[in-house]
């Protein structure tokens, strides 16, 4: 098991940034991939980004790419997603995941899940 918990959301003006931190626990967190998601209201979950195991290996989603920087530091257990010129259209609940072989885009492909931070952000 890992357990995944999310920090640093909040509301922003429109420009402005955040950086979500993810801290895993329970298992050994370098061997795992990690995405973020997140979900707006009324809408289904959406890819924003992963980074795999090593770090070597990331992608964004095409509405944040330029904006948005996924990082981690495996001696500290912890993914970060950077956040800057946030849009109002980034308002959602984000969520981190994590899966011991799959890295890529698909919600439904990663075995654990955070419960979330609300990210608003004020046009």
């Known amino acids: 098991q890992v357990q995944l918990v999310e920090s640093g959301g909040g509301l922003v003006q429109a420009g402005g940034s955040l950086r979500l931190s993810c801290a895993a626990s329970?298992?050994?967190?370098?061997?795992?991939?990690m995405g973020w998601f997140r979900q707006a209201p009324g809408k289904e979950r959406e890819f924003v980004s992963y980074i795999t195991w090593s770090g070597g290996s990331t992608s964004y989603a095409d509405s944040v790419k330029g904006r948005f920087t996924i990082s981690r530091d495996n001696a500290k257990n912890t993914v970060y997603l950077q956040m800057n010129s946030l849009k109002p259209e980034d308002t959602a609940v984000y969520y981190c995941a994590a899966d011991g072989r799959y890295w890529g885009q698909r919600v439904g492909a990663y075995d654990y899940w955070g419960q979330g931070t609300q990210v608003t952000v004020s046009s």
């Open positions: 329970g298992r050994t967190f370098s061997n795992y991939n």
